[in-house]
């Protein structure tokens, strides 16, 4: 009787511990981390510098070329100038983009008035990814 109890409490042992202890779900899996934007980063054709450019005409063509990889939504390219004795605007203009070499247009320039011109390029996808440059223009 001693040997059919132990063979009874062995077996039962050992059934409960290669019995499955319930269904539970597999776990889900992460979805891969989305990958972050290349921060934003252009120069323009020519290079105005830090001094003031002169324009020889009332319009001064530039190309501007963004170095650093494009956002797969585009990005926009927006071109203000404001008069700098009263801040009045002399041309603006926004164009949206999903190439790296762009053609813009500083227009409205007129004899020695003073200018400042920024050029801001915002992705289209995460509007925190921008870049801006601003410089002085006068038309000679």
Known sequence: ????????????????????????????????APTPEATIVFTTDPDPGTAIYGSLGASQAMTLTISSTIPSAG????????KDSDGSTVSSSSVSSTTS???ITVDNLTAGVLCTTTITVTSKSTASNNASKSFKIARK
């Open 101 to 103: 070499k762009n053609n």
């Open 1 to 32: 009787m001693k040997k059919g109890l132990i063979s009874f409490l062995l077996s039962s042992v050992i059934l409960m511990a290669c019995s499955k202890s319930g269904d539970s779900p597999a776990p889900t899996p992460n979805p891969p």
């Open 75 to 82: 990005v926009t390219i927006d071109v203000k100038t404001t």
